[in-house]
T-cell receptor, first 115, second 114 residues
């Protein structure tokens, strides 16, 4: 079964600094990867996804992620964070066929942006 | 558009009680799913459904039942609540090709079992 591991449970960073949230996935022939964000007391919303094609994927709110097949990684990056980026971020992988599979999440990384 | 609606928002149960967490979506999504969120463990899939009359187990199905009699509704039943089921529960839905259609999440139900 597919799985993802998020390597950091918490990442503190100062406002306007760059940030990287790390995610590794279990190796597979084909893989669909996602990053979701959860703001306090809310459900999750999609930041970006990788299905195929370009390994650099751009998402909402200035976030981007790079798919690296040789390192089985899908790290999320932002060049300059804002206070409003404080949230929990989840890496996820699709397991199974596109019509009958399921989305499996990592453990989550809490991004704390300090002024 | 209401999106994905979960009720109740909060619930306290005693051990052994039963209850149903409600989930409804108005987007005509075929795919619906239930997750539980616990600190340090991320979201874990409980059950999911790819259409009315079709359900399947996720990572942590024990202690939970589901049914899907309509496209819109996907209730989650706890038959005999246990303290280990204290968690925040999220319902999510999407079109059938979930790799191209993002999951839409409800705002969650916070359940405490004493």
């Amino acid at each position: 079964a597919q799985s993802v591991t998020q390597l950091d449970s918490q990442v503190p960073v100062f406002e306007e600094a760059p940030v990287e949230l790390r995610c590794n996935y279990s190796s597979s022939v084909s893989v669909y990867l996602f990053w979701y964000v959860q703001y306090p007391n809310q459900g999750l919303q999609l930041l970006l996804k990788y299905l195929s094609g370009s390994t650099l994927v751009k998402g909402i709110n200035g976030f981007e992620a790079e798919f690296n097949k040789s390192q089985t990684s899908f790290h999320l990056r932002k060049p300059s964070v804002h206070i409003s980026d404080t949230a929990e971020y989840f890496c996820a992988v699709w397991s199974g066929s596109s019509n009958t599979g399921k989305l499996i999440f990592g453990q989550g990384t809490t991004l704390q942006v300090k002024p | 558009n209401a999106g994905v609606t979960q009720t109740p928002k909060f619930q306290v149960l005693k051990t052994g009680q039963s209850m149903t967490l409600q989930c409804a979506q108005d987007m005509n999504h075929e795919y619906m799913s239930w997750y539980r969120q616990d600190p340090g463990m991320g979201l874990r899939l409980i059950h999911y459904s790819v259409g009315a009359g079709i359900t399947d187990q996720g990572e942590v199905p024990n202690g939970y039942n589901v049914s899907r009699s309509t496209t819109e509704d996907f209730p989650l039943r706890l038959l005999s609540a246990a303290p280990s089921q204290t968690s925040v529960y999220f319902c999510a839905s999407s079109y059938l090709d979930s790799t191209n259609s993002p999951l839409h999440f409800g705002n969650g139900t916070r359940l405490t079992v004493t």
